[in-house]
Every structure is written in structure tokens, then in C-alpha cells.
């Protein structure tokens, strides 16, 4: 659908004015909130060469790969032809119900309906430092790009993209044409209630489903299956129902019960299916593994799995059980020589520590940037104790070891609101790519999240100083 300015024809700073009245507010939550917009406005799209977009635009189709592949060769593991560790690691930590949970017959073969890759811009095109199956930002990015659009301003993936590819995932999944659906908030995941708000709204005005946000206490059960009430007391029955929080969480949300037993039974879809194995970091280092090159070459090809160990990061499962005496963590190394147990890495110094510790899955320290630590950014006795805490935690939370790629200098404009002029920086760019899955093969992208957060941040996500952004087709000027 082209995107029809409606008002157009004005100055860089008036385009920022609009934005900045335009977009609603709390569609994005930070902790310090004083402003009605809590992130620095840009007053265009982030720009992306064609080849940049070429790129993001065919990497959907590897990562929906990639999720099946991991998917068969943990079933795979878990019946015993494939190595035993695959099922092993993807399952540490996880309580048995968890873990049979993930295993029953009804979700063997699903995978997640939405994927959003964490893409970091570097000198050598990007790296992906992590995979999120039940992203933030949709509503945020939707209304965001929206707000573009009236300035004649089209982002990547199109002026209804969000909603557009969301439906069209709901579609697959359900096989229901106009489907009804439950986005489904915990109290857990309730910064994320005003964003799926504007997504389910948006999915109404534009007649791609009937969405609703729901708290898990506010779904009915029947035998018949699930059901929503609306404020004129009028029922539902649920064709779908979008998990807006995470597993580690499950069960304090009231009602999980009944939601399982329905979509076990199926009387309901629920998106994404309650698959632990497939929420974890350490899926990077499964990739990377040298004991299973061949087994991933079998399953994603060999084109794909080089492409996939490009972007992917090299990562080590931090798993603290002694190695035989001539045994070695294969490519980690320390000073220049091979390390056999990971508290080697204690000793070096910060120039050489370009890694990043941070839990796997199945934790609230797991997403949004928590439990993080830069190597770099250390002080001897921190880079010390995050080795020990992610060595003594493996039974409970498995912690991974990854490579850190820094990302490429960009210059960025953004709104200054206290002098109320366009002003500039230098900036680190994260791009968050969202691909729905439409078929056993094929993903749509329906947007592109740009964060750039100020050079001197080691971490890239949202905060007051960064601009948050939409991402358009263009080549970006020399500054």
C-alpha cells in the first residue's frame, strides 16, 4: 500500500514538531517518563542503502531455517539420533512440566510466528547478537511508521506493515480468514500493554482481525474452547491467542491452565507455542558447534548455515563441568592459548576482552538488555564475579559467552526539544528487523525498528538519549 502524505512540504524541524505531537505517548516505556516522549525524535527514517535492505529483506527467510532446523534437531535429540547435549542444553535449568510442556505432540512442530532479529550495524555489514520470538515494539514501530507516512515518508515494509504482517501471520497459523484473537498481557509483561493496544486497534481499523488486548484473568473457558467478553456483554470464541509474556513466568498467570488445555485439544492457536527449547541464546552456540556442523548443514543447506555463521556471533554455552586434562573449549582462547575452563578468561586484560556475558533464556534477567556484561566495560574484579555468577548459575540459568562485534559510527539527526532545533550525533546503530510467518517457508517483513544510541554507550537499546526510529530505502548522505 503506498504511503499518501498529508502534509507534506515541510522543514526538517516542523516534520519533527508532528512526530513529536503525532505519535501517542507511552507507547514505549522507559524508566525516567517526564517527557511525553521519552526517546529522541528524528525527523526521518533511518536510512538504509539497498543492498542493506536487499539484505535484511532475505535474512527472514534463513532465520524462519533456522528456527525449524533447531526445532528438528532437538526432537531429533530428544529421540536419541541426534547427539544427546542439543536437547540437553536447550532444557537446563527448566522445570519438568516446562520441558514436557514444550515436548507434547500438539506443538512438536511449530515454530514462532514472529521473529525479530537484534541486527547491529558494523564495518563489515551486521552481526545479530540475540533472536526474540515475542518482541517488544510492533505497536511502537506501527503507530511510529504512521506517523511518517503523513509526511510522505514510506518505511521499509509499508505504511500498514506491522498490523498488515501480524494478520497475515494469524492467518497462517489459524486458517481462519478474518480471525479473532486474544493479545494476551501478564502483569509481568504490562510495559507492553499500551503498544499491543495500538496493534490490536490498528488490526480493527484497518479489517484485518478482531484483536483484543486481554489480561490472562479476562479469557473465559468452555469445553467448547476459549472466549473474550466485550464491554457490551456480548462473547467471542477465540481463534488464536498471541502470548504476550514470557515462559519462566508461566505459572503466575492466572489461567495458563485452561489456555493450554484448549490449545492442546484444539480449540484454540497459540502463538507462539509454549516452547521453551526454542527461546534460548545458547541456540547461537548450538550453531557454531563443531560437533554438529554436519548435522546443520544437512538441515539448513550449505548455503544457509555459512550465511547464518556469519551473522551469528561465535558463543559458548559457559557450562562449568571439568574437561579430561588434554580436552579444550574449541576456538576460545586466552593470551593466545587454548582455554579448558572458562575462569581462565579471569586473567585477561581489558583489551582483550571482547565478549559479552549475559543469561540464556528462561530468566528475567534474559531479555531487555538485564543481566548483560561487556567485558570491556568491566572492572577486573566485575569481569571476575560475571564469570562466577554465570558459571554457578548454569544449573538453575545457563549463561552464554559471545563474541562482541562493536557497531559501525553513523552520524544521526535528531530534535533538540529544549532549543527546538535539528541537531546531530554520533551514534551506534541496532536494527530490529519483524518477520511473520505466512507458510512453511515464507516471512513477510513488516518493518524495521532503527535504535541509535549515543557512541559512547556500550548497550544499544531504548533510552532518553537515543533516537528510535522507523527505517526507509535511501543511501545515507556523507556528513
Given at each position: 500500500m503506498p504511503c499518501t502524505a498529508t502534509i507534506p512540504n515541510l522543514t526538517a524541524r516542523?516534520?519533527?514538531?508532528?512526530?513529536?505531537?503525532?505519535?501517542?505517548?507511552?507507547?514505549?516505556?522507559?524508566?525516567?517518563?517526564?517527557?511525553?516522549?521519552?526517546?529522541?525524535?528524528?525527523?526521518?527514517?533511518?536510512?538504509?542503502?539497498?543492498?542493506?535492505?536487499?539484505?535484511?529483506?532475505?535474512l527472514g527467510s534463513d532465520l524462519l531455517r533456522f528456527y525449524r532446523s533447531l526445532n528438528n534437531l532437538y526432537n531429533r535429540s530428544v529421540r536419541g539420533t541426534a547427539p544427546a547435549f542439543i536437547a540437553e542444553y536447550l532444557d537446563q535449568g527448566k522445570p519438568e512440566q516446562i520441558v514436557k510442556l514444550g515436548r507434547q505432540n500438539r506443538f512438536k512442530q511449530d515454530v514462532p510466528g514472529v521473529i525479530r532479529p537484534d541486527l547491529i550495524i558494523t564495518a563489515d555489514g551486521f552481526t545479530a547478537t540475540e533472536l526474540d520470538s515475542i518482541p517488544g515494539g510492533m505497536g511502537f514501530l506501527g503507530a511510529m511508521t504512521e506517523a511518517y507516512c503523513q509526511l510522505g515518508l514510506e518505511s521499509a515494509g509499508g505504511d500498514h506493515g506491522i498490523p498488515a504482517g501480524f494478520a497475515a501471520m494469524l492467518r497462517h497459523v489459524t486458517g481462519v480468514e478474518h480471525p479473532t484473537v486474544a493479545i494476551v498481557v501478564?502483569?509481568?509483561?504490562?510495559?507492553?500493554?499500551?503498544?499491543?493496544?495500538?496493534?490490536?486497534?490498528?488490526?480493527?481499523?484497518?479489517?484485518?482481525?478482531?484483536?483484543?488486548?486481554?489480561?490472562p484473568q479476562e479469557v473465559t473457558f468452555s469445553e467448547e474452547g476459549l472466549f473474550i467478553r466485550h464491554d457490551d456483554g456480548r462473547e467471542a470464541r477465540l481463534d488464536a491467542l498471541y502470548r504476550n509474556f514470557e515462559l519462566f513466568d508461566l505459572f503466575n498467570v492466572p489461567k495458563q491452565e485452561l489456555m493450554l488445555y484448549a490449545a492442546r485439544h484444539n480449540r484454540v492457536r497459540i502463538v507462539p507455542a509454549p516452547k521453551a527449547s526454542l527461546e534460548e541464546k545458547l541456540a547461537f552456540a548450538l550453531l557454531h558447534h563443531h560437533a554438529?556442523?554436519?548435522?546443520?548443514?544437512?538441515?539448513?543447506?550449505?548455503?544457509?548455515?555459512?550465511?547464518?555463521?556469519?551473522?551469528?556471533?561465535?558463543?559458548?554455552?559457559?557450562?562449568?563441568?571439568?574437561?579430561?586434562?588434554?580436552?579444550?573449549?574449541?576456538?576460545?582462547?586466552?593470551?593466545?592459548?587454548?582455554?579448558?575452563?572458562?575462569r581462565q578468561l579471569t586473567a585477561l586484560p581489558k583489551s582483550e576482552r571482547g565478549y559479552v556475558i549475559k543469561p540464556s533464556g528462561f530468566s528475567q534477567l534474559a531479555w531487555g538488555s538485564r543481566g548483560v556484561k561487556i567485558g570491556d566495560d568491566l572492572t577486573r574484579e566485575e569481569w571476575t564475579s560475571a564469570i562466577e555468577v554465570a558459571l554457578t548459575s548454569f544449573d538453575r540459568t545457563p549463561y552464554v559467552l559471545q563474541r562482541f562485534h562493536k557497531g559501525k559510527l553513523i552520524r544521526q539527526s535528531y530534535f533538540d526539544r529544549d532549543r527546538d532545533e535539528i541537531r546531530e550525533y554520533d551514534g551506534r546503530v541496532r536494527l530490529c528487523p519483524y518477520y511473520f510467518v505466512t507458510g512453511e517457508e515464507s516471512v513477510v517483513l513488516g518493518g524495521i525498528l532503527a535504535t541509535i544510541a549515543p557512541a559512547d554507550k556500550k548497550l544499544i537499546h531504548g533510552m532518553t538519549d537515543a533516537v528510535m526510529t522507523s527505517s526507509i530505502l535511501r543511501e545515507r548522505t556523507a556528513s
Open positions: 516542523e516534520q519533527a514538531h508532528h512526530l513529536y505531537e503525532t505519535i501517542p505517548p507511552g507507547l514505549f516505556r522507559v524508566q525516567d517518563e517526564a517527557d511525553r516522549i521519552a526517546w529522541r525524535v528524528s525527523p526521518e527514517p533511518f536510512a538504509l542503502s539497498k543492498e542493506q535492505l536487499d539484505a535484511i529483506e532475505s501478564s502483569e509481568e509483561s504490562a510495559d507492553y500493554r499500551n503498544e499491543m493496544s495500538w496493534l490490536a486497534d490498528a488490526l480493527r481499523r484497518l479489517g484485518f482481525a478482531d484483536a483484543w488486548v486481554r489480561a554438529l556442523s554436519a548435522a546443520w548443514r544437512s538441515e539448513l543447506g550449505a548455503d544457509v548455515f555459512e550465511r547464518l555463521l556469519q551473522i551469528f556471533p561465535q558463543t559458548w554455552v559457559m557450562d562449568p563441568r571439568p574437561m579430561p586434562p588434554e580436552g579444550v573449549i574449541a576456538r576460545l582462547e586466552a593470551g593466545g592459548a587454548p582455554v579448558s575452563d572458562f
